[in-house]
């Protein structure tokens, strides 16, 4: 089991920046991927980026450029750089743990609210 927690939103600019972290906790040592996922009102929950625990890399087409995915040493930390942030990407932002078990885990959300 793996517990997830997230901080870091806000609400900032258009323009403006924001680094949310996510700390995971429990059986860590299984975890074999970390995402950010993100859902704006009345829409789906989309993919933002994920990261590996080899540190492979990927992102939606759309934000590649202005977000950066990063982690910890062990894989205990994930965090993810939003950069040149737009009212567009409004929205409760999850981080989310795949285990080696293919088992999802959720963090309950950060709001991020860009003003324009």
């Known amino acids: 089991q793996v517990q997830l927690v997230e901080s870091g939103g806000g609400l900032v600019q258009a323009g403006g920046s924001l680094r949310l972290s996510c700390i995971a906790s429990?059986?860590?040592?299984?975890?074999?991927?970390m995402r950010w996922y993100r859902q704006a009102p009345g829409k789906q929950r989309d993919m933002v980026a994920s990261?590996?625990?080899?540190?492979?890399?990927n992102y939606a087409d759309s934000l590649k450029g202005r977000f950066v995915i990063s982690r910890g040493n062990a894989m205990s930390t994930v965090y993810l750089q939003m950069n040149n942030l737009k009212p567009e990407d409004t929205a409760v932002y999850y981080c989310?743990?795949?285990?080696?078990?293919?088992?999802?885990?959720w963090g309950q959300g950060t709001q991020v609210t860009v003003s324009s």
């Open positions: 989310n743990a795949v285990d080696l078990g293919s088992t999802n885990s």
């Open positions: 990261i590996t625990r080899a540190g492979t890399t």
């Open positions: 429990g059986s860590t040592l299984r975890i074999s991927a």
